[in-house]
């Protein structure tokens, strides 16, 4: 089945080579002018990815972001000019999965696009497995399926699609380091585009959740010169 994409973005000629390149990659695309808009048909039907513009004449990108973000089961790549580099790390710590900077190499995008189906195609499938949707890992378990984190104390994290996708990754190879690379793009090697970033903001995030001090992590380690590991042995069972 085709993949949906909604783009929201006010300059037409941007709607234009974005709809165009990804159809031809086999998505199905459809463009809105408006945060208005695109509200609208998330609301009617959501879309497997929404990208969306952060300078929309009506709305700043970052309320449609941040209105979504705490149920969103769809992909979110968030487009920004090179100077709004403060929007861009909020985007990421609502929950936008990437962000783009305009002007972009399309297959920059085409690549995006395709880590970020691609997590969230494994976050659903992970999710849907019943045997296998709860990771408990020191005191957290983590629940694929509704996206909680829950401490042995009681205390009760909930994570963003995006964050989720992530955790996903080291729960799935404990105590092993995975690189800023393969977490971003989950070890599709045919791009070579700078996501350290993206993944790190990701990670803090994380760690302010899951951590005792996140300055001083115990759980998601830093390797440096190599990328990360979650530092403890993993428990899978089923969802109650
Ligand atoms: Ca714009």
């Not at 190879?173 to 700078?194: C, H, I, K, M, Y």
Request: charged letters at 30%; one cysteine or more.
């Amino acid at each position: 089945m085709k993949k949906r994409i909604y783009l929201v973005e006010d300059e037409l000629d941007i709607c234009h080579m974005v709809r165009g390149l990804l159809e031809t990659y086999g998505y199905d695309v459809a463009t809105f002018q408006t945060g208005r808009d695109g509200r609208a048909a998330i609301r009617r039907e959501a879309p497997d990815l929404l990208i969306v513009d952060l300078v929309l004449p009506d709305m700043n990108g970052l309320d449609l972001v941040r209105e979504m973000w705490s149920d969103v089961r769809f992909g979110l790549i968030v487009l920004t000019g090179r100077t709004e580099v403060s929007d861009r790390v909020l985007g990421l710590e609502l929950g936008a999965d990437d962000y783009v900077i305009k002007p972009f190499e399309p297959r920059e995008l085409v690549a995006r696009v395709g880590a970020v189906l691609r997590r969230h195609d494994q976050l659903l499938s992970a999710a849907r497995d019943a045997d296998l949707s709860r990771a408990t890992f020191g005191p957290w378990t983590f629940d694929v399926g509704n996206l909680t984190l829950t401490r042995d104390d009681g205390r009760v994290e909930n994570l963003t699609a995006a964050e989720a996708a992530l955790l996903l990754m080291f729960a799935r190879a404990p105590n092993r380091v995975l690189s800023r690379e393969r977490l971003q793009t989950d070890g599709d090697d045919a791009d070579d585009f700078p996501y350290e970033r993206s993944i790190d903001v990701r990670i803090s995030r994380l760690r302010k959740k899951i951590e005792v001090d996140p300055r001083k992590p115990q759980l998601i380690k830093t390797v440096y010169g190599a990328g990360y590991v979650l530092a403890k042995d993993v428990t899978w069972s089923r969802a109650r």
